[in-house]
T-cell receptor
Framework: NAGVTQTPKFRVLKTGQSMTLLCAQD?????MYWYRQDPGMGLRLIHY???????AKGEVPDGYNVSRLKKQNFLLGLESAAPSQTSVYFC??????????????FGEGSRLTVL | AQSVAQPEDQVNVAEGNPLTVKCTYS??????LFWYVQYPNRGLQFLLK??????LVKGSYGFEAEFNKSQTSFHLKKPSALVSDSALYFC?????????????FGQGTTLQVKP
């Protein structure tokens, strides 16, 4: 049982380049999230999804787009990368019922550097 | 608006001594509260949660947390610290009215346990 898998784990981009981070979960969770982690700022929610085909903005959505075409996958895109987007990105998922409702299951993170 | 504060950037404790990592929150209604731990270069791992019921919640690795509604606090505790407990700890809150499952995280507290 892989849980939440993020690819790639590391990436270096030049300013203005685009890229997509892929998150896949094999737990049949309805909810999925993208957070970014920056020193001293904790985790901030970028976008989230409450089900296949639905997405919504979080705290810091500017400069990012997302898609959830399949229940198990949640993609985070950067159309034109900026140095301010240098960060560690975490994907998470959660279930809507059962004893572990409310708990977020996290991937191992994707470290992105924008030069 | 929901918010979480972890007033200490770092907590230092000697192995074998009790530890406390502080967390205060602001949310309308009765909150759902969580603690997560992050080891270097890893994703966040769930430790424990408070939804309702007994104010003292027990979780993984011998950790526990006490919900105090009057002080709007949810401090993480352990009776006897281990060097292996050294990590970054996050407190998080979710509004009970939320139908998205998203969590708001504090900025994190680094726990350093010295032998």
């Amino acid at each position: 049982n892989a849980g939440v898998t993020q690819t790639p784990k590391f990436r270096v981009l030049k300013t203005g380049q685009s890229m997509t981070l892929l998150c896949a979960q094999d737990m049949n969770h309805e909810y999925m999230y993208w957070y970014r982690q920056d020193p001293g700022m904790g985790l901030r929610l970028i976008h989230y999804s409450v089900g296949e085909g639905t997405t919504a903005k979080g705290e810091v959505p500017d400069g990012y787009n997302v898609s959830r075409l399949k229940k198990q996958n949640f993609l985070l895109g950067l159309e034109s990368a900026a140095p301010s987007q240098t960060s560690v990105y975490f994907c998470a998922s959660s279930r809507t019922s059962g004893s572990r409702t409310g708990e977020l299951f996290f991937g191992e993170g994707s470290r992105l550097t924008v030069l | 608006a929901q918010s979480v504060a972890q007033p200490e950037d770092q907590v230092n404790v000697a192995e074998g001594n009790p530890l406390t990592v502080k967390c205060t929150y602001s949310v309308s209604g009765n909150p759902y509260l969580f603690w997560y731990v992050q080891y270097p270069n890893r994703g966040l791992q769930f430790l424990l949660k408070y939804i309702t019921g007994d104010n003292l919640v027990k979780g993984s690795y011998g950790f526990e947390a006490e919900f105090n509604k009057s002080q709007t606090s949810f401090h993480l505790k352990k009776p006897s610290a281990l060097v292996s407990d050294s990590a970054l700890y996050f407190c998080a809150v979710r509004a009970p009215s939320s139908n998205t499952g998203k969590l708001i995280f504090g900025q994190g507290t680094t726990l350093q346990v010295k032998p």
